[in-house]
Nanobody, 121 residues
Framework: QVQLVESGGGLVQAGGSLRVSCAVS????????MAWYRQPPGKQRELVALKSSGGITNYADSVKGRFTISRDNAKNTVYLQMNSLKPEDTAVYYCNLGMYLSGKYGPFNYWGQGTQVTVSS
């Protein structure tokens, strides 16, 4: 059984930085990509960043140049480094496992509980 546990969220001032982590346990089988989503208050969940096992990374336009996704295979952990944070980055951040094929990411139904990131102005 796959389990994802996010951590590292918190309150930060605009312009600040934060790193959230996602510890993965269990057998991930044919999954070849990991991703971060976020869900702002009152809005739908959106894909923020993904990283394939082949090293391909993609980012939402709103976070390009500010966020960096990485993974530590030895620790089975995925990170999202967030710099130059803005109030509009406020959301619950979730990690996810899925498949990246032909330039598209397809999420599997593996989600953590999320971690709250709040950016004050």
């Amino acid at each position: 059984q796959v389990q994802l546990v996010e951590s590292g969220g918190g309150l930060v001032q605009a312009g600040g930085s934060l790193r959230v982590s996602c510890a993965v346990s269990g057998s991930i089988g044919s999954i070849n990509a990991m991703a971060w989503y976020r869900q702002p208050p009152g809005k739908q969940r959106e894909l923020v960043a993904l990283k394939s096992s082949g090293g391909i990374t993609n980012y939402a336009d709103s976070v390009k140049g500010r966020f960096t996704i990485s993974r530590d295979n030895a620790k089975n952990t995925v990170y999202l480094q967030m710099n130059s944070l803005k109030p509009e980055d406020t959301a619950v951040y979730y990690c996810n496992l899925g498949m990246y094929l032909s330039g598209k990411y397809g999420p599997f139904n593996y989600w953590g509980q999320g971690t709250q990131v709040t950016v004050s102005s």
